[in-house]
Structure formats: C-alpha cells, structure tokens
C-alpha cells in the first residue's frame, strides 16, 4: 500500500531557531502534497498545497515566510518552520496525493503521514 | 464554500454497543467522500471512501453510504470494540480541486 513517512515525529526546538520537517512519499510519486496543522483536540488547518516543482499555494492567514515549503522532488516534500515562537507549537501533518498512473488503489484517497510533535520552548 | 459538518463528541460506548457518527456536508458539484480515523499521536489513515451517490464505503466493520438527496454520509459499526477508540473524521474531496474539507472530529472512546 501507500506509505508516507514523516520526519521527526517529535522536535523541540528553542525560540528564535528554524525547524525543517520532511514528509516523504515512498513508494508512489506525489505529484501534491498538503501541510496541515492540528491544534489539540482540534480539526486539520490546511496550511498549504505544494506541486512539484512550483511554488506552494498557502491558505489565507498562513504566512509564507514563516512556514516555507518546498516540493523539489515526486518524492519529498518538506515544511521549515522559520524562526519559530511558542505559538507555533502544534502537530503538524503532510498528506500526498498521487501523479496519475501511478499509486495502485489510491483513487481519490491521500495518503498521511503520522504527523510532527513540534514543541517550542 | 465546501463545508463538513460532524456530530460533536465526545461519544463514550460500551464493547458490542452500536455506533453512528452523523457526517453532513455543503458542497458545489460531486464531491468524494470520506473517513478517516486517527488514533493517539499519530496521523490519520482511510478508513474508508465513496466517490458517488449511493456508494457504500466499507472497512474493518465501518459503513458509510453517500446519500445525495441527504447530503449524508454517517458513519456506522455494529458492534465497537475498545481497539476502535480514536478520532474520526469525515472530510469531503470537491470535484474541482484536490482539497480535502474536514469535519471537526468526533473522539469515540469505547470502554470494556
């Protein structure tokens, strides 16, 4: 089946550094990859959706230069939390979606990774 | 805009009891549609899926069927058992664009 795999699963990290998350597709190629967020006890927040290759479309409210993103490869994704506060502590998740023709039964499904544990301090 | 609506939780049952999680949704076109189920710490995987009207998904015991004129999509088990304590969520694909819109998540806790 579909794997994503997600790197770490938990990070702490000090005020004021940069963190960079890996979300990995690893047995199908990701044409799109998604970045949400989840607040405790919360729904996903949709961050961003990243193309490979482009640039990634961020949701409104969502800023570009803290959270950047970058899809260079069918097969990797990743998020950089940019100088990063107390506040943007959270689990982060990716979720991909598969180029066409490839990805077996994946049909309209994504795919997720099991999420990071970030916590800033 | 595309919108899920999902029973609010917490939903507590005994083992064997019956479950349904009520999943509503607005959207333009035909959406896909879809559960997932997220345990602790972790992300979420499918549970299960319908890509049109009528259409049941069905996994691991799980049921949903996709009802149109509803614009429905409850999810049902007949019989829990404590293995299926998580957080579900019903979400919906639009037809024009590769989003995927979350309900808020029901936690389902299902004690021995």
């Known amino acids: 089946g579909a794997v994503v795999s997600q790197h770490p699963s938990r990070v702490i990290c000090k005020s004021g550094t940069s963190v960079k998350i890996e979300c990995r597709s690893l047995d199908f190629q990701a044409t799109t990859m998604f970045w949400y967020r989840q607040f405790p006890k919360q729904s996903l927040m949709l961050m961003a959706t990243s193309n490979e290759g482009s640039k990634a479309t961020y949701e409104q409210g969502v800023e570009k230069d803290k959270f950047l993103i970058n899809h260079a490869s069918l097969t990797l994704s990743t998020l950089t939390v940019t100088s990063a506060h107390p506040e943007d502590s959270s689990f982060y998740i990716c979720?991909?979606?598969?180029?066409w023709g490839t990805g077996g039964s994946l049909g309209y499904g994504y795919t997720f990774g099991s999420g990071t544990r970030l916590t800033v301090v | 805009g595309d919108s899920v609506t999902q029973m609010e939780g917490p939903v507590t049952l005994s083992e064997e009891a019956f479950l349904t999680i009520n999943c509503t949704y607005t959207a333009t076109g035909y959406p896909s549609l879809f559960w997932y189920v997220q345990y602790p710490g972790e992300g979420l995987q499918l549970l299960l899926k319908?890509?049109?009207?009528?259409d049941k998904g069905s996994n691991k015991g799980f049921e949903a069927t996709y009802r149109k004129e509803t614009t429905s999509f409850h999810l049902e088990k007949g019989s829990v058992q404590v293995s299926d304590s998580a957080v579900y969520f019903c979400a919906l694909r639009g037809g024009s664009n590769y989003k995927l819109t979350f309900g808020k998540g029901t936690l389902l806790t299902v004690n021995p």
């Open positions: 979720s991909a979606s598969p180029r």
């Open positions: 319908a890509t049109k009207a009528d």
